[in-house]
């Protein structure tokens, strides 16, 4: 094809942060109409290459061309008089607007009350977005306050705000990271349908999957560089896969056949209320053994993250009992818990495992400083600490700034690292994952599964709690799916599919038509 | 242009940009910065700043004035100052320790007030000999300042009670009450303030000769610089001081890790309390000898301020305390001798108050400058 059929072409483009190429010498032209895709793992500068396309940045070398003219992005609001749009992994919406208000935010048609009065016609902007979400099957009420919508809801608003704008380039920056098998497979669609309307599409992403079912073309990005761009419909997801890590990678662990021990963890009618006095967690039974991985799948927000919370004692418990190895802990500090025997992997790193500001060391040491060696009465023993957070650095191989650097400076993916390390350390019975691999590339993804299932062969209990039922499929003995604060259904992993998982989590599927 | 300005700043830029020492040069920078403002103030008023900042620091007993009066020099002077230091440096200490946890000790002046008063009506009066009567008042200081350290820390534990709110009404409740009682019952016919306390009970020796020269002699001072060091220690190498630094940076994190949140806040007011209330018995029994009625002490104020500037740090908060109290102690003979004003002084502190508090803002301009600086050259 000739050069200037490319609707985008970025040239031998370089971007440094202080000193670090994030991207380097990057050249890649874009076809209109096409679902062109950007892999690569965290940190491998996709989305510091969109945020240039998108006026965030400037770039230190190299040419953007768009529609066959050079350009100089230098905000935002120059890239969509240019017609490109972006979706950003987090929302840029006003909650308490409606619908209707937040995409029209910025541009609102005007009418004349009286023929003086200027008015914001919502009635008018509400039919524009009615007839914009029939024509592209993002159905959402127009009146509806953001607020009220689910997640999925609101990226639909965020794609309508970019069609009401008559982009034609559109960014998505992960759009399924926050979304349950159901909702991806309609996003895929909408994108598809997109595409079908002339519309160009670019996804960041690094599941190959969805760039399998979607993308005409993928770019894989490694440390800054562009390695490759592929054809997707001849090229298999393997492929994909090594080249994006480096090196072969089996995308499924090991995994020995269970061998359950004695009870570790029993919740036995678990419910918990909210600061507002709202239950979020409902009458919730489960037990856990040793050697066994119970999983609990579910979409965000439906009381998973309480029912680690409460076994862990970061929230009280209303009524129900927790029992570790036969004694109650219901009503036991933290710091009692952790002594019975509970690890805990929580969801929120920076704010909640980590105190970003304490060396690494303080950081490994967070949970034992207070019990020999690392303390003597009063008295701390620092170089307890050291040599212990060395220790710990070369076995789970935790790189940034060594013993004494900030947790801060830490990338997410060797923060969690560190986590993960000090928590396994702890030779808990019960070991709490939450969220474990957000946000992180497939070799640290696979790092820390590996670790788990290596615990869980150990003879440890681990609860799992994952947005991605992806993870829970792959490592789960046990499932259990949260709907609405209740357990609605706990069964063996291999008795359950995919298909039935995701069916109980949207609520599709009720408790008791498994039974009937 | 832009290349030009960037060539001038970059020495400067570069000095502050090293991580390592960024905890001295950024103050440092500040200071310098403040002074070069004063300069201008002064140039602006038709004098010469040299020579108001070198009265400056004839007047804080650094540099010895052309002439004194009899039995006085220099060392007097300077022992003068030392008196405040004192005051300023525990009071300063009391602010950093509730720092350490996250808590904001506004009531310092007033922990200051009701240490200093019970000390003053328990011992102050006494016959009680010096051995005995200068321990219990350091004693007195301690216990009560630990009492409504507690107290403070205890409401924000218990119901929630934001410490900056508990802090302010307690200052108005002990200031109205002790100006009552002080008016009422003890006051100086003359001065109009508490009676002076006996010499025995009070923390600085007055009128000490030593080789001709007659001066104070602040033991307080001491045990400003034991208190620093105790609390650096305390800080450093305790189960304690991890605990405090660990909820002062992250509360959830620190639940997380199974730290007594509650203990560690009272735990943190109650050392703020006691600092507070030795730095009240070593200003209202040592640097002064009676309590003025209505009026709280402003240095429970600006060593606010002057924790900052000593990046909240006890060994820092020892040289930014010698930094102010030597400014506002010069003040007065600066303003006689270069006839300006006493309350340009007082602007110089003013100034380099603020330009300490925009400490932070300096690092971010040097973090975003080092990022450029790159770019440039890329």
Avoid at chain 2, 297 to 313: K, P
């Amino acid at each position: 094809m000739r050069k200037d059929a490319y609707i985008v072409e970025m040239r031998r483009i370089t971007k440094r942060f202080s000193g670090v190429a994030a991207n380097e010498d990057v050249s890649l032209g874009i076809y209109k109409g096409e679902v062109f895709a950007l892999l690569g793992e965290n940190g491998a500068g996709k989305s510091t290459l969109m945020n240039i396309l998108f006026g965030m940045y400037e770039p230190d070398e190299g040419e953007i061309w768009v529609r066959g003219g050079k350009v100089s992005i230098k905000s935002p609001n120059e890239a969509v008089r240019l017609d490109i749009a972006m979706v950003h992994q987090h929302f840029k919406l006003v909650e308490n607007y409606t619908v209707t208000e937040n995409i029209v935010l910025g541009m609102e048609p005007v009418k004349r009350l009286c023929g003086v009065l200027p008015m914001v016609d919502l009635k008018s902007a509400n039919e524009k977005v009615r007839e914009l979400s029939r024509r592209y099957g993002l159905e959402v009420d127009p009146t509806a306050k953001i607020e009220d919508l689910k997640v999925y809801a609101r990226q639909r608003v965020e794609i309508l705000k970019m069609l009401y704008r008559e982009a034609d380039i559109l960014i998505f920056d992960e759009p399924t990271a926050v979304l349950t098998p159901q909702e991806i497979s309609a996003l895929l669609n909408i994108i598809k349908k997109l595409r079908d309307d002339g519309k160009t599409i670019i996804l960041i992403s690094h599941k190959l999957e969805e760039i399998k079912q979607v993308a005409n073309r993928c770019a894989i990005l490694k440390r800054g560089k562009l390695l490759d761009v592929l054809d997707v419909s001849t090229t298999s997801t393997a492929t994909m896969a090594k080249l994006m890590v480096g090196h072969e990678l089996s995308l499924d662990i090991e995994k020995p056949p269970a061998c359950f021990g004695t009870t570790v963890l029993q919740v036995k009618n678990l419910t918990v209320e909210n600061k507002q006095r709202f239950t979020v967690v409902n009458n919730v039974s489960f037990s856990i053994r040793e050697g066994e991985i119970f999983a609990i799948a579910g979409v965000s927000g439906n009381g998973q993250l309480e029912v680690a919370d409460a076994i862990t004692g970061m929230c009280a418990v209303k009524s129900g009992n927790i029992i570790l190895d036969d004694s109650d802990i219901t009503h036991k500090s933290v710091r009692e818990r952790n002594q019975a025997g509970i690890s805990y992997i929580p969801e929120d790193r920076q704010q909640t495992g980590l105190i970003l500001d304490f060396s690494l060391a303080d950081n490994l040491a967070l949970k034992r400083y207070h019990t020999p060696p690392f303390c003597n009465g009063m008295v701390l023993r620092k170089s307890a600490f050291s040599r212990y957070a060395n220790e710990l650095i070369g076995k789970y191989d935790i790189r940034g700034g060594g013993a004494n650097g900030k947790a801060r400076a830490m990338s997410g993916g060797n923060q969690q690292k560190a986590i993960v390390a000090r928590e396994i350390e702890l030779q808990s019975r019960l070991t709490i994952f939450v969220q474990p691999t957000q946000g992180l590339d497939i070799g640290a993804i696979m790092d820390i599964r590996e670790k788990m299932i290596q615990q869980r062969n150990n003879g440890k209990a681990i609860l799992l709690i994952s947005l991605e039922l992806d993870e829970v499929l792959a490592c789960a003995d046990t499932i259990g799916v949260m709907y609405n604060g209740a357990m609605i259904n706990i069964a063996p992993a291999d008795s359950i599919s995919a298909n039935e998982v995701g069916e109980y989590m949207m609520g599709v599927k009720k408790y008791e038509e498994s039974y009937a | 242009m832009r290349s030009r300005t960037r060539k001038l700043s970059h020495p400067i830029m570069s000095l502050l940009g090293n991580k390592r020492w960024q905890f001295i040069s950024i103050p440092l920078f500040a200071i310098v910065c403040s002074f070069i403002a004063a300069s201008i103030i002064i140039l602006i008023m038709g004098k010469n700043p040299l020579s108001a900042f070198y009265s400056l620091l004839q007047g804080g007993g650094f540099l010895p004035k052309p002439n004194y009066a009899a039995y006085k020099s220099v060392f007097t002077d300077f022992m003068d100052t030392m008196d405040a230091l004192a005051v300023m440096i525990l009071a300063s200490l009391s602010v950093v320790a509730a720092f350490r946890a996250g808590l904001f000790n506004i009531g310092v002046s007033g922990q200051m007030l009701l240490s200093g008063f019970v000390a003053t009506v328990l011992i102050g009066y006494s016959d009680l000999p010096s051995a005995i009567a200068k321990p219990l008042v350091i004693v007195i200081g301690i216990v009560v300042g630990a009492l409504v350290g507690a107290l403070i820390g205890y409401l924000k534990h218990k119901f929630n009670i934001n410490e900056v709110v508990a802090a302010i009404m307690l200052n108005y409740l002990f200031q109205y009450t002790i100006s009552y009682v002080i008016n009422t019952r003890l006051a100086d016919p003359v001065s109009r303030q508490s009676r002076e306390i006996s010499t025995a009970a009070r923390l600085t020796l007055v009128g000490v000769q030593l080789g001709g020269i007659k001066m104070r002699v602040p033991l307080a001072i001491i045990l400003a610089i034991l208190c620093a060091i105790a609390l650096l220690l305390f800080f450093t190498k305790t189960k304690q001081g991890y605990e405090m630094k660990a909820v002062g940076l992250n509360m959830v994190s620190s639940r997380y890790a199974g730290i007594n949140t509650g203990k560690t806040t009272v735990v943190s007011m109650i050392m703020s309390g006691a600092l507070a209330g030795l730095a009240g018995t070593s200003y209202y029994l040592g640097y002064y000898a009676s309590i003025q009625p209505n009026v709280l002490s402003s240095t429970g104020f600006d060593s606010i301020a002057v924790a900052l500037l000593g990046n909240s740090h006890p060994i820092g908060v020892i040289f930014s305390s010698l930094l102010i109290t030597a400014l506002s102690r010069g003040g007065t003979y600066m303003s006689s001798i270069v006839g300006i004003r006493q309350e340009i002084s007082s602007l110089i502190v003013g100034i380099i108050l603020l330009f300490s508090a925009c400490g932070s803002y300096i690092r971010h301009i040097v973090d975003q400058y080092d990022y450029k600086s790159e770019r440039g050259q890329s």
